[in-house]
């Protein structure tokens, strides 16, 4: 197994895995102890209602585990704004965010030589997927597609979640005034040297999708990430315009030309038209974007930490007090010098 001179952060998201935690854990921290030189385990609590919390703080205690920092949120959020959560909180050189039921942990090594190789953003895809309803399948596949259209990028197959960023497209991300709902295009979208991996894994276990929230968030993303709603609302609002003019034109000309015309149709016609429908429907999506703005500027963080745990003991403090030591040691050391 390779070896890299780094400090790795590793953030895991976990709700209601209280059977599994433990030994997630003790994994990551044998695979890690002797991958790099330093290390920490960054567990975010995504609102567990079963003994979750209790285990993480009792694996924080004086005699627990090292290397641990939790964090416990109060509400549960989506796996982004909890990967958020760990990722500003590191303080790694490099930051690795994995779901421990789906993606691979044996694979890590792989994307580490790459971003140890000058890559600031290293994504890995398992090609075998968990499975999924007919109905999640199709929504999904029509958000990506919008989504690229949009942005530019499949985010599925070219921004998963299993990720190796560099600190300094954390620093990036943190630039932004939401870097939790950013946080996950934001990676590939940034001009960043990348590269995108694959293997073959089976998932350890199967995690609910829910339709519905799976919509909401999928909606709050293409508006969030975009300026093209509003793109498409000044275009509906054109295409009216223009469309009215050339029916006034129409109605017009009919007037002019037709000699049995009914009496009061020009001017119904004039005041009143089809492009009611289009006025519609531009002041619906006006209205959801208006709506959406309101929402971000009045719902308040996207998250709250209930409750945060650290190891008592840290591996790279030990160093630092030895490093201390030594300076002092030297300093108070007077050489002699004979004759």
Known sequence: MPYFPIFLSLVIVVRNHVERIERIQE??????????????LIFVDNASNDESVALLKKLTGENGKPNLQVYALTKEVDADTASWVGLENALGDFVAVI?????????????????VGGMDVVFASNTKKQPQSLAYRTADAVFNTLYRSFNGIHLAKEAPHYRVLSK?????????????????????????????????????AASKKYLGSSID???????????????LVTSLSLFGAVANLVYSVYVVAIALFKSDVATGWVSLSLQQ????????????????????????????????????FTSAHMTRRDRLNVEEASERLSWHTTPVIEE
Do not use: C, W
């Not at 779901?99 to 971003?115: C, N, V």
């Not at 870097?179 to 996950?184: D, V």
């Not at 293409?222 to 093209?228: E, G, N, P, Q, Y």
């Open 27 to 40: 994994e990551a921290a044998e695979l890690l102890s002797s991958l790099v030189s330093d290390y920490e």
């Open 99 to 115: 779901d421990p039921l789906i993606d691979d942990l044996a694979f890590l090594p792989a994307m580490l030589e790459k971003a």
């Open 168 to 204: 300094r497209v954390v620093n990036f991300i943190l630039q932004h005034p939401r870097p939790a709902m950013t946080y996950r295009h934001l990676p590939a979208t940034g001009g960043f040297a990348r590269i995108n991996l694959s293997y073959s894994a089976e998932p350890k």
């Open 217 to 231: 968030r999928g909606m709050r993303m293409l508006v969030s990430t975009t300026h093209l709603p509003m793109r």
């Open 273 to 308: 038209s089809g492009m009611f429908f289009l006025i519609s429907l531009v002041l619906l999506v006006l209205g959801e974007y208006i709506l959406h703005m309101a929402s971000l500027s009045n719902e308040g963080p996207l998250y709250h930490v209930g409750q945060e």
